[in-house]
């Protein structure tokens, strides 16, 4: 066996069964490679056969104004490339099949103009598609 496979078996391994433990839920044959960058973890919500690349930021922020709590939700097969954030104030979903290429960031927290905050408080949810592809930076 090479030392590709050996580390992707043995990621599977920790994945299942010690990071398992820390999030609201992990699929059956999902890998995360560390370093991995988590907040919120147990409001984070992995589907199957999913993969976590290296240097992955999975934030999942709650702010007790907006009512309700923050969830960050993937579906089955998707593939998140090395070095993407994933900022949740209110709802992310990420549907399955989904491919998300290195170093993207994916907020639905207000943005900036100009130096100044926008006056609203959260965006509205994202949802993410079936079949989708998100190339990448």
């Given amino acids: 066996m090479n030392k590709k496979a050996l580390r992707r078996k043995w990621r599977l391994f920790i994945t299942q069964f010690f990071l398992k433990i820390l999030y609201g839920n992990i699929g059956k044959g999902t890998i995360i490679y ?18 976590i690349d290296e240097s992955a930021k999975l934030l999942v922020m709650h702010d007790p104004r907006q009512g309700k709590f923050s969830s960050l939700n ?32 994916i907020s639905d927290a207000p943005s900036e103009q100009n130096g100044k905050k926008e006056n609203q408080t959260y965006q509205t949810p994202i949802r993410i598609g079936t079949n989708c592809q998100i190339g990448k930076n």
């Fill in 34 to 51: 560390p370093p991995l960058e988590v907040r919120g973890a147990g409001r984070i919500y992995i589907g199957e056969d999913c993969l």
């Fill in 74 to 105: 993937i579906g089955n097969r998707v593939s998140i490339g090395a070095g993407v954030k994933i900022i949740c104030h209110g709802e992310i979903t990420i549907r399955d099949e989904v491919k998300i290429d290195s170093y993207c960031t």
